[in-house]
């Protein structure tokens, strides 16, 4: 199962404390205890693998190390180890405690979190020509301590909408080697998958209804998982008996969710043609096309038909890499 959401504590380490101590060497007699070390930072980096918010789910609570004590002779103690959290690129953080987002973009994009606390001084820094023999020595400062939701927000490219038995997760399958489930009832995929077809990132995503938006089917939570691609795939099959309404029940429900899902670039296939006869087919084409809508017809087992899908995916990329 893909965790895409997770709350955690995040505590970076606290600062080490200040020494009081003294020069052992009678010539240079004098304050001589060391700083505290930094405490470690905590900090998120973007990686590729989406699936790394499942290695978190074990953990509740993720921390930097301490900064070390200050030592003898003016030696001040290590600094901590910093900790570095692996998310996927896409996810956002939310402090809980601050109440502040980030969102994290790129691969290899490191953003601190929690900001580890400064070592305390040695009395060797409280030494002045009346204080001698400062007895005096800090605490190393406390570190940043966060609730932290982390939440992705997957960046696919092409999200594939539909309601459930109309073919995404076939077609996803057909054209990435995405391993998603495929079956002839409806809610066959219960979580998103992800497929690569070369630059771009597909998403197949649970089949929606007529009042998911209200938690009918699987509700619509998954939309979320496509709520940033630029484009959509949307499935009507052509076994259906009223494809102009299976089509402006999905688009109620896109809608529902979010205004803007409506202003994506959409496009339409028709799935499943090998199901029906031409003059059917014509029929429901003609029928989409009163929508102001030309469907592309779609059937996995037509290698021509696949062919129209990769070239409307290539000119996408070609988009993308313009764009981008
Ligand atoms: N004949 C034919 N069958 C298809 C085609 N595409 C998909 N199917 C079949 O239709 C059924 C449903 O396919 P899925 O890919 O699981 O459909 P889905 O839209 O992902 O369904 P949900 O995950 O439930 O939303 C399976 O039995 C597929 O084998 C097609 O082009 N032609
Ligand atoms: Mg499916």
Redesign the pocket.
């Known amino acids: 199962m893909l965790v895409d959401e997770i709350t955690i504590r995040i505590e970076a380490g606290k600062g080490g404390d200040g020494i009081v101590s003294f020069n052992k060497n009678k010539m240079t007699l004098g304050p001589a205890g060391g700083s505290g070390g930094l405490g470690g930072s905590v900090y998120l980096i973007g990686v590729s693998d989406l699936g790394a918010l499942n290695s978190l789910r074990n953990q509740k609570v993720f921390k930097a190390e301490a900064g070390q004590r200050g030592r003898h002779q003016l030696n001040d103690g290590n600094d901590g180890e910093d900790l570095t959290i692996r998310v996927p690129v896409g996810t956002v953080a939310h402090n809980l405690t601050t109440k502040t987002d980030h969102e994290i973009i790129q691969i290899g994009e490191r953003y601190l979190v929690a900001k580890g606390g400064k070592g305390g001084k040695g009395n060797f820094h409280f030494r002045g020509p009346h204080h001698t023999t400062p007895m005096k020595y800090q605490k190393g400062l406390p570190a940043e301590i966060f609730n932290v939701r982390l939440e992705l927000k997957m960046i696919a490219d092409v999200g594939l909408i ?10 996803i399958n057909e054209l990435t080697r995405a391993n ?10 219960l979580e998103p998958h992800l497929g690569v077809y070369y630059d771009l990132i597909l998403a ?1 995503i ?2 929606l209804i007529e009042g998911a938006s209200t938690g009918r089917g699987l509700g619509i939570k998954f939309l979320r998982h496509v709520e940033r691609t630029r484009v959509l795939f949307h ?1 009507v099959s052509a076994e259906s008996e009223d494809p102009v309404a299976d089509y402006k029940a999905i688009r109620k429900e896109l809608g529902t969710y979010n205004e803007g899902m409506l202003d994506k670039k959409e496009f339409l296939f028709l ?5 029906t006869n031409q003059k059917d087919l014509k029929k429901k084409i003609t029928q989409l096309k009163k929508l102001n809508r030309t469907a592309t017809l ?4 037509d290698t021509d038909a696949i062919g129209s899908v990769q070239k409307i995916l290539n000119a996408i990329a070609e988009q993308k890499n313009v764009s981008s």
Request: glycine share 10%; proline share 9%; aromatic share 6%.
């Open positions: 539909g309601l459930p038995n109309v073919g995404k997760s076939s077609l998603s489930k495929v079956a002839n009832y409806p809610f066959t995929t197949d649970p089949g499935l799935s499943k043609t090998d199901l779609l059937s996995i087992h």
